[in-house]
Each structure stands twice: as structure tokens, then as C-alpha cells.
């Protein structure tokens, strides 16, 4: 089966696991785990901040910054596609009590002008604009990329304005690549920012908060306030760090193989994509093939041993990752044509 659902499928290696099974312990809420602290303070030094907050999952990570930045009533500007709207169940709402003011940004990249339009001037009919949420890389954008110079714009704006802004940095690690930038360099436009270890880096859970040093404190008071405080949890953050020693600079092989599978799929009658918006490792493509649909193409290639998931009606969504190599991208686009030209 070639898995091509999502990064987070992806399996522990063994070394991973030994590295896992070999941690070393303690009380993480009595902040008494040494492997989650030198976690935490790696990630805070590699992202310019001065701390961190180990996390079980970027969902918990984003409500948890947001909860910290905003008060009952305040706004939110994002891209209306973003995972923080899209994907956290109305999270915001019920646990900060604010809402979002959805912008429509390119391929989920929010431009300065937008967000300036979007600032809502003060008044007390309305809602006060708090915070903007950025997400580098965008996942319903296919993976697309903050440009440094947009982030550093938008960073002067909202503080122009007595704005916070949080990234949403689940695979930024994928963006710098992209970018040929650092993460630190991205980080610095944020006043807080979150990477997930269960994507790219193949870690089995777990993504790091990070920010000044009181956000933080504030931050882990509503990480226990949410149920997300761990005890033994080094074992999890072992998996970061080997994560970060490994799996960091093989990130590329995950976007040549995604450029090779966009390419394969552009020949292909029935598909339509841009090869060229192909930045990392997301491919989303249209099924144009009569009476097929998203849901028939990725059924009958599940059936097949290709999956990939649904995204809209016509959109199918495919992301690379360290499981799958280069000789499975090219057995995946055989299966696809064979499959194609049978319907």
C-alpha cells in the first residue's frame, strides 16, 4: 500500500523507537522531564524565542496560543481556509470565545493590504482585532509559502496596530526549506509560533509552543487547564529530537517526490494541477474525468493500493513523506494511469 493520505501517517523507525524506549524521564507538569525540557529549550533557541511548550498536538498548541493572546470577545484574522478554522472544531469559539474574521487569501497566503482592510478601526459596536493567525506551510493551499518579506510586513502592521500574530507552523520546517530561509527567520515575524513533530519529522505525536517567557508560563496554565498536561512524556519528545537530528535535511527528497508525482499526474488525462504551486510536499489536483469525482478516483485507487484523500468534489489532495520513496511515487503514477485508463 503507498500511503499518500498525509505526513502524519508515517511509522516510527526503529532507531526512533530505541531512542524513544532509552529516554529519560521525570514529572513534565513538575517540569521535571529533562528530555521535554531540552526539547522545548532546542526548539525555543532554533525559533529565536526565549521558551517553549511541549504539546500532544498542533490543535492543542494553536487553541492554547490563542487562548494566551486573546480575551472573551476579541477577533481573529485568518485565511478562511486555514487549520485553525478549518480543522479545530470550532475550537476558538468555545474555548477563548472569540471569533474569526476569514479573509480570502492565494492559496491560503494572506497579502498585508487584506489584513490591513481587515483591521476593524475602534469602536464599541465592534469586536477589537487581537490577533492575526498566519499558517506556513498552508495545507488546503497545497502546501504554498510565506515569503519572508510578506511575514516581516504583516509582523509591522499588527504592530503597528497592538496586534499579536501566532503562526501556525506546523511543517515549517518544510517552509524554510521552500523558502531557502531558516526557521528561526520565519519565527521572527510571530509572537509566538508551533511546529509539529508528527508530520514531516515522523514523530508519532507532539508539537512545541513557543514564545516570550510569561506567554509561555500563561501558556502551560492552559495546557493543564486542557487536559494536556503529561506526566512521563520524555518518551514522546525523544521522539522530536531524533526527529530533529534526522529527519530534518530529508525533508527534500519529500519535495522532489512530490514535484515528481505533480509532474506524472500533469501528462495524465482526467487530472488537471499547476505544476509550478507544487512548493513542498502536498500535491492537490482536479479529477476533470466525466462522472469520476474526488471520491471515485481515490476509491478506485484505494482499491488498488494507492490512497490518497478527498478535498472538494474534484479535489484530491496527495502529500509525500519519509515512508515513501521515490520508486513508490513512479509504482503510484502506473497504478493511477492503469486505473484512468480503465474508467
Known amino acids: 500500500m503507498i500511503d499518500l493520505r498525509s505526513d502524519t501517517v508515517t511509522k516510527p523507525s526503529q532507531a526512533m523507537r530505541e531512542a524513544m524506549a532509552t529516554a529519560e524521564v521525570g514529572d513534565d507538569v513538575l517540569g521535571e522531564d529533562p528530555t521535554v525540557n531540552q526539547l522545548q529549550d532546542r526548539m525555543a533557541s532554533l525559533l529565536g524565542k526565549e521558551a517553549g511548550l511541549f504539546l500532544p498536538s498542533g490543535t492543542m498548541a494553536n487553541q492554547v496560543a490563542i487562548k494566551t493572546h486573546i480575551q472573551p470577545g476579541d477577533e481573529v484574522i485568518i485565511d478562511r481556509d486555514a487549520h485553525i478554522f478549518y480543522y479545530e472544531c470550532g475550537a476558538t469559539a468555545v474555548i477563548s470565545g472569540g471569533q474569526f474574521k476569514c479573509l480570502k487569501g492565494e492559496r491560503g497566503i494572506l497579502a498585508v493590504e487584506d489584513i490591513a482592510a481587515a483591521i ?106 486542557l487536559g494536556g498536561g503529561m506526566r512521563q512524556v520524555g518518551i514522546l519528545a525523544a521522539a522530536g529530537l531524533y526527529g530533529l537530528d534526522h529527519h530534518v535535511e530529508r525533508l527534500a527528497e519529500d519535495h522532489e517526490n512530490a514535484k515528481r508525482l505533480a509532474l506524472g499526474l500533469s501528462d495524465m488525462p482526467g487530472i488537471e494541477l499547476e505544476t509550478e504551486v507544487v512548493e513542498t510536499n502536498i500535491v492537490m489536483f482536479e479529477v476533470v474525468a466525466t462522472d469520476l469525482g474526488a471520491d471515485g478516483l481515490v476509491d478506485g485507487l484505494a482499491a488498488d493500493g494507492v490512497l490518497m484523500i478527498p478535498f472538494g468534489p474534484t479535489t484530491v489532495r496527495a502529500v509525500t513523506h519519509l515512508d515513501v520513496s521515490g520508486a513508490d511515487i513512479d509504482k503510484a503514477l502506473e497504478i493511477i494511469a492503469r486505473f484512468l485508463k480503465k474508467v
Do not use: W
Open 120 to 225: 476593524r478601526p475602534p469602536d464599541i459596536h465592534q469586536p477589537p482585532s487581537r490577533l492575526v493567525c498566519l499558517e506556513n506551510t498552508h495545507n488546503r493551499g497545497g502546501g504554498s509559502v510565506y515569503k519572508v518579506e510578506n511575514l516581516a510586513a504583516i509582523a509591522k502592521l499588527a504592530s503597528d496596530h497592538t496586534i499579536r500574530v501566532h503562526l501556525d507552523g506546523a511543517r515549517l520546517f518544510n517552509a524554510a526549506l521552500a523558502g531557502g530561509t531558516t526557521v528561526g527567520e520565519l519565527a521572527s515575524h510571530a509572537d509566538s509560533v508551533c511546529v509539529a513533530f508528527s508530520k514531516g519529522l515522523g514523530a508519532p505525536a507532539g508539537s512545541v509552543l513557543c514564545g516570550a517567557a510569561d506567554f509561555v508560563e500563561t501558556a502551560r496554565r492552559f495546557r493543564k487547564m
